[in-house]
């Protein structure tokens, strides 16, 4: 995951791991803790269209998904009682990918905050 967001080849730039962290968690859990973070990116996508009334949804929308689709899938973790080193593992890759997409995350925030009424 960090070779993906920091990549040596591209001089420490990289992409946001988002793709990566699907892939990490596909191994590590045999699917499933990947399957409930698709759900949950499902959901927000779905959300967000619904929410659009057919107008473009922003790219920051996805960002903060990316970011709490991980998150909840920490507390799924927690309640299946998955052992601690996994959990290491899924904090340090939840603060990768809020690093990663911060200014999706912050741009997010302006838009949900500052968006004026029409």
């Not at 420490?12 to 968690?25: S, Y």
């Not at 593992?89 to 912050?106: E, P």
Request: net charge positive; hydrophobic share 55%.
């Amino acid at each position: 995951v960090l070779g993906h967001a920091f990549s040596p080849f591209l001089r420490g730039r990289g992409g946001k791991a988002i793709a990566v962290t699907f892939g990490v968690w596909s191994a590590v859990t045999d699917f499933e803790a990947s399957l409930v973070y698709a759900v949950m990116l499902a959901l927000y996508s779905a959300s967000a269209k619904l929410l659009s009334r057919g107008k473009p949804i922003p790219s920051d929308i996805d960002g903060f998904a990316a970011v709490m689709g991980i998150a909840l899938m920490g507390v799924y973790l927690a309640v299946r009682a998955f052992p601690s080193s996994i959990l290491l593992v899924w904090l340090l890759n939840t603060l990768l990918l809020a690093f990663t997409n911060r200014m999706k995350i912050r741009g997010f925030f302006k838009l949900v905050l500052f968006k004026t009424h029409e």
